[in-house]
């Protein structure tokens, strides 16, 4: 598909993605959306970066579009996950088309959610956990829901939503369009895909564990007290956003406070932190407030600010799938970026792990791009 043309999408659809500059179709989307306008179910795995969101969201606001009865479900694993969501969507809806929405996430007071469910919403985006808490109490009712969208799936069993999942599909009616995107494919995801879709088209871009081929990977391998000195040198020679990820969310404050004593503009960024406080956050980072975002893993996936041009892995991931989703914060829609790890000798296993996830069959080899 050489444009978005082809699609031959809603009038609405099309000026939408004008304005958005959409013209040319990601390889995700060239493959996912011609079968999702078809009506058939996806189970769809592609790196970050490729332009997901807009794969899912623009058969489904042609949905909407197409067919006043028809409500659609978004969910997703993180609050900030959901919000990028939400802002596309509302830009491919427009202002006119009188398409409600609801977002539902923890952390937010829920009689801001009321007040949207009150008006009847048509598309839903929101946190397992909290959308569970409204079908609980017969808030939400889900006999409308004709399109399903589960984004980010193995992070979401990860983070152990799957009984919310299954409490809320179950509320769901069988004449139902399922789009299931997961970063990786372990046998829990197969399995749930054979539970709750029909005959889905299997859709992958690239290998689920690929690294984006324009960022520059160098590590350095150093003892744990030396790991704030080589930050200090790092930083100096390096220009632009930078986000660095730690283990722990005390370490994210920590990390954060010390680079401010040394004159750098820096914030940090953890679970703890209120959801308000959050977003302001990601708001003041996104609009180039302050240059160093400090970070647990709760934004590794799916945080998309374009002019991040550095991940700097101070401490390692806990799981090796997580060093992908961390680099991937930078050289977002084709732009370069670089990544910097800092490995002590503690770290030999989880090295090994991700060495093993990223070069199976070369495993033991040096690699060429790292330096
Ligand atoms: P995603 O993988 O959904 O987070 O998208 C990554 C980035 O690519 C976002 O900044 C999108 O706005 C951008 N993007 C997605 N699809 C397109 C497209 N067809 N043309 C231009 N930019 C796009």
Known sequence: ???FDGFDLHC???RSLARMKYTIPTPIQAKAIPVALKGRDILGSAQTGTGKTAAFAIPLVEALLNDERKCALVMTPTRELGKQIMEIMHKLIGRNSGIKTAFLIGGEPMSKQYAQLRHRPRL???TPGRINDHVERRNLPLDQIHFLVLD???RMLDMGFSIQIDKIVKHIPNDLQTLLFSATMPKNII????KYQNNPKRIAIGSSINVAENIDQKIVKLNQEKKYDVLMKELASRQGSVIIFVK????ADKLARKLKCDDYHADAIHGDLK??????VIKAYRSKAFRILVAT???SRGLDVPHVAHVINYDLPQVPEDYIHRIGRTARAGAKGASLCLITPQDGRKWHAIEQMLYPRKHGTKQKFLR
């Open 152 to 154: 980010e799936t193995d």
């Open 12 to 14: 609405v659809l099309n």
């Open 124 to 126: 839903i985006v929101g």
């Open 248 to 251: 722990t969310k005390r370490n």
């Open 275 to 280: 959801q308000n406080r959050r977003e302001k």
């Open 1 to 3: 598909m050489k444009n």
């Open 297 to 299: 893993d709760v934004i």
């Open 191 to 194: 399995k749930m895909a054979d």
